[in-house]
Nanobody, 122 residues
């Protein structure tokens, strides 16, 4: 059983920053791939960033250099630091987990949180 709870969303002006957090209730959290996805109105859900058990990270091209994913295995918590936010970053952001430790693939993520809304105004 995996439970994920996101927090930290909100409204910010373009160029601003936000940090999302995801608290995970799962045994052996450190052995899971963790990731952030987002879905804007009328668009498909897309992968934003993921991180494996060794903290190897993958980013979508649209957020490279602006977003940083990290994890604290001692606290079972995942983070997404978002900087230089743009209006096109507006979306519901979801924390996700996959039952594998390495070589995270977007299609492997099967556990989801409820989401936290991020709104960026111009």
């Amino acid at each position: 059983q995996v439970q994920l709870v996101e927090s930290g969303g909100g409204s910010v002006q373009a160029g601003g920053s936000l940090r999302l957090s995801c608290a995970a209730s799962v045994y052996t959290y450190s052995r899971y791939c963790m990731g952030w996805f987002r879905q804007a109105p009328g668009k498909e859900r897309e992968g934003v960033a993921n991180i494996d058990s060794l903290s190897t990270t993958v980013y979508a091209d649209s957020v490279k250099g602006r977003f940083t994913i990290s994890r604290d295995n001692a606290k079972n918590t995942l983070y997404l630091q978002m900087s230089s936010l743009k209006p096109e970053d507006t979306a519901m952001y979801y924390c996700a987990a996959a039952s594998r430790a390495r070589w995270c693939q977007w299609r492997d993520f099967g556990y989801w949180g409820q989401g936290t809304q991020v709104t960026v105004s111009s």
